[in-house]
T-cell receptor, first 114, second 112 residues
Framework: SAVISQKPSRDICQRGTSLTIQCQVD?????MFWYRQQPGQSLTLIAT?????????ESGFVIDKFPISRPNLTFSTLTVSNMSPEDSSIYLC???????????FGPGTRLTVT | AQSVTQLGSHVSVSEGALVLLRCNYS??????LFWYVQYPNQGLQLLLK??????LVKGINGFEAEFKKSETSFHLTKPSAHMSDAAEYFC??????????FGKGTMLLVSP
């Protein structure tokens, strides 16, 4: 299975600022996903990021707030823009290996907005 | 549309006792079903998956789950709990087009 790393592992940010989270995979994958896990909650899909195309956002998430880049088959970034305390969450990236129908997750980025 | 319901936000067992975590799903197409485990301050780790092959699926760490179409269930079991099993467990369903829908999670507490 793919090995996924995320940077930073955690951060404390001030409201109104932006944070870019990086996701690196040790193999080439077509589909990458970004999730949010709010405190004590389950995972909610933010967007799907395929290389070579615009990210597809789920209902309730917009590109201006969560811009995503996918420059190649092993890397993606998620930016949380103009942060507020409500953005305090764990952000996880995941990948789906071709023809496997299962997703593998990174360790997550724990974000606290003050 | 697909959805997942996990009964019980917390389940407590004694070490050595049977673990049973319940998951019911709703899907308009034959589903793919997954159980993930999340240890404190870590990402999610895949325990096992059902993809329309055998209805009894064996996973890592001694866990298994049985797909019951008539009951739309995919409950997770382990015959004997270990202290190291204490974690949060998530059931998830996919329609086969890669979108995963997660349940709210069940925290498993294991007491000595």
């Amino acid at each position: 299975s793919a090995v996924i790393s995320q940077k930073p592992s955690r951060d404390i940010c001030q409201r109104g600022t932006s944070l870019t989270i990086q996701c690196q995979v040790d193999s080439q994958v077509t589909m990458m996903f970004w999730y949010r896990q709010q405190p004590g909650q389950s995972l909610t899909l933010i967007a799907t990021a395929n290389q070579g195309s615009e990210a597809t956002y789920e209902s309730g998430f917009v590109i201006d707030k969560f811009p995503i880049s996918r420059p190649n088959l092993t890397f993606s970034t998620l930016t949380v823009s103009n942060m507020s305390p409500e953005d305090s969450s764990i952000y996880l990236c995941s990948v789906e290996e071709d023809s496997v129908y299962e997703q593998y997750f990174g360790p997550g980025t724990r974000l606290t907005v003050t | 549309a697909q959805s997942v319901t996990q009964l019980g936000s917390h389940v407590s067992v004694s070490e050595g006792a049977l673990v049973l975590l319940r998951c019911n799903y709703s899907s308009s197409v034959p589903p793919y079903l997954f159980w993930y485990v999340q240890y404190p301050n870590q990402g999610l780790q895949l325990l096992l998956k059902y993809t329309s092959a055998a209805t009894l699926v064996k996973g890592i760490n001694g866990f298994e789950a049985e797909f019951k179409k008539s009951e739309t269930s995919f409950h997770l079991t382990k015959p004997s709990a270990h202290m190291s099993d204490a974690a949060e467990y998530f059931c998830a369903v996919s329609d086969g087009y890669s979108t995963l829908t997660f349940g709210k999670g069940t925290m498993l507490l294991v007491s000595p």
